[in-house]
């Protein structure tokens, strides 16, 4: 059974550091290094909120999280982490975990049409500026008004030659149609497809409802993304995550204050996110974070620095683990600084120094209390999983989806008729009726050379004025002008 609403134990130090179900939608940030545990520190928060009946949704960049599924197992170091926490009643135990993968290889597939994700993120996707993306927003113009849905990769690439071939048309009506910037955006789309976008874009789309169920014993489902192969398109990755973050706060009614939030997303390998982002975009995602909350999601995102997040974002993360980070280099350094400048001061704890001192599964911790406030910065470990720390076999993901609460919701393509399908037709409609015009045309001109009597002897029109002309012979002054006339077409004599 799913566990009674209360304070969700994630580290031990000094004292134990607990994370309120009730201020989890205030958002949070797991920072640090590569290999000091912040992926063990996910799997922690997750495990806890799905143990109160939180779904969550994660992103698997390293192939390590799908164990969180299984039971774990005791082993000489994690007795001896449990020895030093002095923690004696740990079960090990797995989680209803649903698998999700874009190439629908290493989960169900997940997909979104072109007009959902909207001109502004694919815009984003494509890495237009700002002149193309006013282009690619009038092009969604045009298909709306037309009543031309845009679904799949083949909508959008139709669509873009569409209001191309006729620009001058489209001009009048909806400003200035940059033949540089069609170009853009259809290298842009093709550079998509290459990674991948074919199998991102279509029907069924994502239903999100389908992401905040609960599952055996009244536990959150986990929602893992195979994001291993992902990760090698940043754009797509990041702007996919965006996507669901947009769909979150688009379809979930308000709700205020909850006693737990309605589900917990976690942005792993956030840098991807802000890093290039036009200031447009950044202050779009400033804004989803803030008013999500309301609508009971909690996000917290996963980086190496707390400067990979703006500071207009980051303010609003008040849930925080910072694991170690190095000082190497001057940007290090500063980089530690910023990191120690964001916590509550505790008097007893040199916070700048302690970040590069903390060990592998060591953190500095600070959560909100009860009214909201952060609590003083605390250096703490964080406390073992219950599930499998790595991932789990091929075979046992089979059967995990074999399983699945949504197996064959997503694995059938629906190709359903919209802009592509409606444009070829029109040209099949416009070729056929440019042929029936050609065809009158040319049987007319038949018809009209048939009613002519040379024709229809077959003389040339050379022969029909010699064969009139000897007929009109009856003198010798009509022989003189016939031989005058026919002497001067030939180069006779006259």
Known sequence: ?????????????????????????????????????????????????????????????????SGISKAGKMSDKFAERLKKLKIQDHAFEGYPVVFWDIYGKEGHPVRT????????????????????????????????????PILDMKDIRSMIQYVGDNAAEFTTKYGRVSTASIGAIQRGLLELENQGGENFFGEPALNIDDFIQTGEGGKGQINILAADKLIHSPKLYATFLLWLLSELFEELPEVGDLEKPKIVFFFDEAHLLFG????????????????????????????????????????????????????????????????????????????????????????????????????????????????QIGPIGDEDRKAIMDKSPVKGAYENV????????????????????????????????????????????GDTVVEAMMKSAARSVGSSVGRQIVRGVLGSIFGGRR
């Open 1 to 65: 059974m799913a566990k009674n609403v209360g304070p969700l134990l994630v580290a031990k130090g000094d004292i134990d550091l607990h994370i309120l179900p009730g201020m989890s939608n205030r958002h949070g940030l797991i920072a640090g290094a590569t290999g000091t545990g912040k992926t063990v520190t996910l799997q922690v928060l997750a495990e806890q909120f799905s143990a109160i009946g939180v779904p969550v949704f994660m992103a698997d960049i390293k192939g390590d999280l």
């Open 113 to 148: 049409t072109v007009s959902e994700m909207g001109p502004i993120l694919l815009s984003r996707l494509l890495n237009l500026n700002e002149t193309q993306a006013g282009t690619l927003s009038l092009v969604f113009k045009v298909a709306d008004d037309n009543g031309m």
């Open 276 to 387: 290039d982002a036009p200031r447009a975009l950044i202050d779009k995602i400033e804004q989803v974070v803030r008013l999500i909350r309301s609508k009971g999601v909690g996000v917290y995102f996963v980086t190496q620095s707390p400067m990979d997040v703006p500071e207009s974002v980051l303010g609003q993360l008040g849930n925080r683990v910072q694991h170690a980070l190095r000082a190497f280099t001057p940007k290090d350094q500063k980089s530690v600084k910023a990191a120690a400048s964001t916590f509550r001061v505790n008097p007893k704890l040199n916070v700048e120094k302690a970040i590069t001192e903390l060990g592998v599964g060591e953190a500095l911790v600070s959560f909100l209390d009860g009214e909201g406030k952060p609590g003083i910065v605390q250096r703490a470990f964080i406390c073992p999983p219950h599930g």
């Open 414 to 457: 629906v190709d359903r008729e919209s802009a592509y399908e409606i444009l070829k037709a029109r040209a099949e409609t416009a070729s056929k009726a440019a042929e029936a015009k050609t065809k009158a045309k040319e049987e007319a001109k038949a018809a009209k050379k048939e009613s002519r009597p040379a024709d229809r002897r």
